[in-house]
């Protein structure tokens, strides 16, 4: 008994959704999607009768940048470069930085007492 009263509400949902559903469509018409689908599906390219495909969208995805083509000789030598680079040998020991001018941190303010 109680599968039968589950498959009544089941199915009372289902005819109250689909009542909505048609009511909504007479009033206010279909949704776009539904509209645009609709019409991808009956307008096949080259179709008799004047049917045309939907324009395509103003604003294409961008593309990714095109990215330079190496020859086997240029990619041995970025590789021979980025490996000494590593290898500390172009600039040795990296130097300690020494400020020219005050850091702002170095800066002395003067601050209220009761902070």
Not at 18 to 42: I, K
Not at 57 to 68: L, Y
Not at 70 to 83: G, I, S, V, W
Request: no cysteine.
């Amino acid at each position: 008994m109680e599968l039968v009263k589950v498959a009544l509400v089941a199915m009372a949902g289902l005819g109250s959704t689909w009542v909505a559903r048609t009511t909504t469509d007479a009033l206010f018409g279909p949704p776009a999607a539904t509209v645009r689908a609709t019409a991808l599906a009956q307008a096949a390219p080259g179709a008799p009768g004047g049917a045309t495909t939907p324009a395509p969208d103003p604003a294409p995805a961008a593309s990714p940048p095109a990215v330079p083509q190496l020859t086997p000789e240029e990619m041995a030598e970025e590789l021979r470069r980025a490996q000494a680079e590593l290898a500390g040998k172009p600039g040795g020991d990296p130097e300690e930085f020494r400020a020219t001018r005050p850091l702002a941190a170095d800066l002395a303010i003067a601050l209220p007492s009761d902070m």
